[in-house]
């Protein structure tokens, strides 16, 4: 059974960093992507960053030159390294993965910026 299992939310203060990290079941390699989403109150879920198997990066506009994905095929984990926090980065962090039409989620981390 596939799982995806976040680690790394809490608070801290604006300007601050928060390394959030995704630990998969099984192989990474398994999965044709592995993202990050938030979901803050009141709004949609957004893609914040991903990883494609072939090691491509993409980002959300507000998230480029402050968050860094990036994976260790070792430990079998996607990491979020997030600095220069902001208040509007507040949300509930969900891992994703996909293989071929399927998502797999995990259950979520909060991360809370005070300002």
């Known amino acids: 059974q596939v799982q995806l299992v976040e680690s790394g939310g809490g608070l801290v203060q604006a300007g601050g960093s928060l390394r959030l990290s995704c630990a998969a079941s099984?192989?990474?390699?398994?999965?044709?992507?592995i993202g990050w989403y938030r979901q803050a109150p009141g709004k949609q879920r957004e893609l914040v960053a991903s990883?494609?198997?072939?090691?491509?990066?993409h980002y959300v506009d507000s998230a480029k030159d402050r968050f860094t994905i990036s994976r260790d095929i070792v430990q079998n984990t996607v990491y979020l390294q997030m600095n220069s926090l902001k208040a509007e980065d507040t949300a509930v962090y969900y891992c994703n993965g996909k293989i071929m039409a399927t998502d797999y989620w995990g259950q979520g981390t909060q991360v809370t910026v005070s300002s």
């Open positions: 990883i494609t198997l072939g090691g491509s990066t």
């Open positions: 099984g192989s990474i390699f398994s999965f044709n992507a």
